[in-house]
């Protein structure tokens, strides 16, 4: 049967207290410790520290006992020494408001990215040679001094605003403008105005919407956005290798043949590259220039005006011109002429008739020369002669 003593409680224990232990090492014999050889054992290990460590109270310290424990805790504040930091960080000397900071990179300075270098570098390059999943724009463009130096394997294009609904594929000019961008719309080769032609539509865009326009380079058909290039407007089969230009009858089309009649104006846009029904390829050139020498009309003639550049002329009054080369002579001085044909000769029958016609007679000689021999006639041309200068 147990036994329970019931002792005195002291309120302040000294350390030169006595109290019973049980010892581990003497096997757990009951034996009398003083408090003071328990207080003299100190602490094995505190933050790291071994052996006998001393806690004590001090300015900025503060020990306060919380039951069993002992809480320590920190007041007040003060300085230290500077901080060292490597660049791009910054230090300084230690205070309650001291500041450890980094600067923002720079041309020449190392440091951080700010919210805008991040979103402009972040994930465009997977790595070196890799690939770009996003625009990359130099600084200051439009009017950047910046430029890329290398190849290209791929269309050049320019974003635009469409002037009407526009489909992929549609061949379209310079309309107008809106600030510093440029408007088009499908191009016309019988419409001056509506001509040269700059390039493709890339994707379809309605009107008043940005679109991208493809003027040098491939332009590709795919799946979810097909390019056919097995007829051209006109409904004409085309295939590999096949020119094609600017369409006089679809506005924004592009035909095999080049467009006919005087008033067409011709412009090679391209070739095709892959002649399929979805997945066709055109390769564009020949962008903003229609040929210098438009088309001709039947039977006239381009003859140069007052600025030096050709016209487009029909021959009149007293002859005309076929379109199988033959000029017909109508009428000299009021009387009806020979016709000479484009390449023939000029025998003594032909000549005798449109002299006999003019003047009534036949002259009794013709001659065909230089004009070098011409101007050495001695003693000068003959008045009986009809001189023919080539």
């Given at each position: ?5 019931t002792?005195?409680?002291?309120g302040s ?7 019973l232990?049980?010892d581990s090492?003497d ?9 003071s ?7 094995t290990?505190f ?24 809480e320590?805790?920190?007041t007040?504040?003060?300085?230290g020494s ?10 300084g000397?230690?205070?309650t408001?001291?500041?450890?900071g980094?600067?923002?990179s720079?041309?020449d ?18 790595s ?18 910046y430029?890329f ?23 379209v000019?310079?309309?107008?403008n809106?600030?510093?961008t ?14 040269p032609?700059?390039?493709?539509v ?6 008043g919407n ?12 795919s ?20 020119t094609?230009?600017?369409s006089s ?11 006919q ?6 412009q090679?846009?391209?070739k095709?590259?892959r002649?399929q ?13 229609t040929?210098a ?12 005006n007052?600025t ?8 009149s009054?007293?002859?005309?011109l ?31 008739k ?22 050495d ?14």
């Amino acid at each position: 049967m147990a036994i329970n003593y019931t002792y005195p409680v002291k309120g302040s224990p000294s350390i030169n207290d006595e109290f019973l232990i049980i010892d581990s090492e003497d096997s757990n014999a009951t034996k009398q410790v003083v408090i003071s050889s328990v207080l003299n054992l100190g602490v094995t290990s505190f933050n790291t520290l071994t052996g006998a460590v001393t806690i004590t109270a001090g300015d900025n310290v503060t020990l306060t006992t919380v039951g069993n424990n002992i809480e320590i805790s920190a007041t007040g504040g003060g300085s230290g020494s500077a901080i060292t930091a490597t660049a791009p960080l910054t230090g300084g000397v230690i205070t309650t408001s001291g500041v450890v900071g980094i600067t923002q990179s720079s041309v020449d300075t190392d440091g951080y990215l700010s919210k805008v270098d991040w979103a402009t570098f972040n994930n465009k390059f997977s790595s070196a040679g890799g690939t770009v999943s996003g625009n990359v724009t130099l600084d200051g463009w439009q009017e950047s001094p910046y430029e890329f130096r290398g190849d290209l394997d791929g269309a050049m294009r320019f974003t635009a605003v469409a002037g009407e609904n526009l489909s992929k594929g549609d061949i379209v000019y310079l309309s107008n403008n809106s600030g510093d961008t440029v408007i088009v719309s499908k191009a016309d080769a019988s419409n001056e105005s509506m001509m040269p032609a700059f390039g493709f539509v890339l994707s379809s865009a309605t009107s008043g919407n940005g679109v991208q326009i493809v003027t040098a380079g491939n332009i590709y058909g795919s799946g979810p956005s097909p390019l056919d290039t097995t007829i051209d407007s006109d409904g004409i089969a085309i295939t590999f290798g096949d020119t094609l230009y600017v369409s006089s009858t679809i506005p924004g089309g592009f035909v095999k043949n080049a467009p006919q009649g005087e008033n067409a104006l011709i412009q090679n846009i391209g070739k095709v590259v892959r002649s399929q029904a979805i997945n066709g390829i055109i390769k564009v050139g020949g962008a903003g220039r229609t040929n210098a020498t438009p088309n001709l009309g039947s039977g006239r003639v381009f003859v140069g005006n007052s600025t030096n550049q050709s016209q487009s002329r029909a021959i009149s009054g007293d002859a005309t011109l076929s379109n199988t080369g033959a000029l017909t002579v109508t009428s000299v001085g009021g009387s009806t002429a020979a016709n000479v044909a484009s390449g023939a000769a000029l025998g003594a029958t032909s000549l005798q008739k449109i002299v006999n016609n003019l003047y009534g007679y036949s002259l009794l000689r013709f001659e065909v020369l230089s004009q070098a021999n011409y101007n050495d006639l001695t003693p000068g041309p003959d008045p009986d002669t009809i001189y023919f200068i080539v």
